[in-house]
């Protein structure tokens, strides 16, 4: 893809990592971050994928491989599917959008190539076929409705919205609060065709880094930064939005089944609130710590408009709740409280009741 536009513009600095090709700020990312909160930007996700598969087969061939219940998806509809592997771990996160005709997948540019071959080889017999439409589509993305026209190539407008902001029917939120953060999570992100990206740069727009400020105080899991090759969705609570606990079988669906029945999840995600009295932002991958044991490690971390400086982090299942931990970042140690998203206990939610042990003298 060639670069963005939108990095064209006075004071663009471009992104790093997985964001490098699409603005990180525009030089003032606490202002951009009201603006996208109020609904009044835009952000540039150009450097995003845009899968599609059509066929008659489509939907119920997804929903055979993957978490989400989608066999029934109407067009304009949108949903949210993990591929897991064999033991229940994810490896790949999908937004899905069905237009009636085709089934649109948008996901990390990096990650594109890998489902599409993965795909391609799951096809069998089926009526279906994939393509790879990133050079026709781009993502834009919002968390109101500012002036942006959606593509329309099968008639239904290309907008998808993230289902995060409440439980998906058939999902399970760990959570325990009176009102989940997400609740105010209006996220949607728009395809348009890529070569109206010029114009579009000319709207108001946020960088990505407030779009990533905004997510973490949300609690919403990113694949990219919060999962890794040991995750499952118990830890992240993304049954909450992208699982369905009585649809039928899928891969690693009995890893899904036994944990949220009967185990609990070895891990589970915090919103760190973070000291910032020493201006010190910690990075993903910089060491969570109880006293003087690594409990965890940092998955995201921005400097929030209203809340200052916040993190999402993995730590261990048994890691105390109500202990302020420290993190050990590059330019010294952060004290940071915890918000618990996955609490300890998730999980187990059959309570089935222990049987005597074969033997065992009734009193």
Known sequence: MSNSPFLERPGAVDGAGRDAGVPAHYGNPM???????????????SNRAVLTITGPDRLTWIDSLTSQSVARLTPGESSETLLLDPTGRLEYAVRLLDDGVALWLLLESDEAPGLLAWLDRMRFMLRVELA??????????????????????NGVPLVWHDPWASVTPGGHQYAVIDRHPGADWTYSEILVPREALADLA?????GVLALEALRIAAWRPRFATEADDRTIPHELDWLRSAVHLSKG???????VAKVHNLGHPPRRL????????????PQPGDDV?????????????????????????????TTDPLVTLTVRAADGIVAAAQEIVVPPEAGAEAHVPRLPRLGAVKR
């Not at 202002?31 to 996700?45: F, I, W, Y």
């Not at 000319?202 to 946020?206: E, R």
């Not at 079988?249 to 890893?255: F, H, L």
């Not at 915090?270 to 932002?281: A, W």
């Open 249 to 255: 079988c899928y891969r690693g669906q009995e890893t």
């Open 289 to 317: 710590v109880d006293g003087d044991k690594v409990v965890g490690a940092i998955t995201s971390s921005a400097r929030h408009f209203e809340l200052g400086p916040i993190a999402l982090a993995v730590v261990k299942r």
């Open 132 to 153: 790879d439409r990133s050079a026709d589509f781009a993502t834009i993305g919002t968390l109101g409705s500012p002036e942006v026209a959606a593509a329309e190539p």
């Open 202 to 206: 000319a709207l108001p727009a946020a």
């Open 270 to 281: 915090v919103m760190l609130h973070l000291d910032g009295s020493e201006s010190v932002l």
């Open 31 to 45: 202002a951009e971050q009201r603006a996208l909160s109020d609904g009044l930007a835009v952000v540039d996700l």
